[in-house]
């Protein structure tokens, strides 16, 4: 449901910026206006708003795709209302810490901009990964192949840093990097204060179950 509700909220506030320039304009994450104005809402609503369809539309399908997932588990896991307010926290509070190293190497670049929920769904990805390590991920570019979770993480992360590192492009690749990371570390810690389940125990024997096969 929190998943749903997200997407809708999402496309809403996208489509309607499509066509207005000064939502996007307001709702956009600027560094400058962060470090300056101390407008830091734009952690957050920058994820609201995308560049195009293609953008938004493979975001939420990523989402979608993920998130039903890691809500439905969270809620097996840490009970309810519990596990929706954890998912729920786990989706905004990304949408803020994927943007921090991108925040204090731009806080003073006027021509930086950045929009899009990727870092967040980034995070719900991770969580997903670890929750189910073994479950194949199929590869957009090569039809009819999927890998398992926990090798698409590592090929995923390990592109994400090279990428980042070597810049250029209008792709924020270091919230991607910074989102999967920060949903393990989330989903670690919620599991070690809320649940009686060890989150990184559970990885490893479901990856070392399947590599026995």
Avoid at 55 to 77: K, R
Avoid at 97 to 103: A, E, I, K, M, Q
Avoid at 178 to 193: P, Q, V, W
């Amino acid at each position: 449901m929190i998943t749903l509700f997200i997407i809708i909220a999402t496309c809403i506030v996208s489509f309607m910026a499509f066509s207005n320039g000064s939502i996007i304009d307001k709702l956009i994450f600027y560094p400058p206006a962060v470090s300056q104005e101390r407008q830091w809402y734009r952690f957050f609503s920058c994820g609201l708003i995308h560049a195009d369809f293609g953008h938004l539309i493979f975001n939420m399908y990523a989402f979608y795709s993920f998130g039903n997932f890691v809500e439905d588990t969270f809620g097996d896991m840490f009970g309810e209302p519990t596990g929706t307010i954890l998912y729920l926290i786990l989706y905004i509070s990304a949408l803020a810490v994927c943007l921090l190293p991108t925040y204090f190497q731009n806080r003073n670049n006027y021509a930086y901009r950045s929009l899009g929920a990727s870092g967040a769904v980034s995070a719900i990805v991770f969580a997903s990964i670890i929750l189910n390590p073994t479950a194949g991920i199929g590869l957009i570019f090569i039809p009819g192949l999927s890998i398992p979770a926990f090798i698409f993480g590592i090929i995923y992360l390990a592109v994400s840093y090279w990428l980042d590192k070597r810049g250029g492009g209008n792709i924020n690749h270091s919230a991607h990097l910074y989102g999967g990371l920060y949903g393990i570390i989330f989903l670690i810690i919620a599991g070690k204060i809320f649940s009686q389940y060890d989150v990184i125990a559970g990885f490893i024997f479901q990856v070392r179950s399947y590599l026995r096969m």
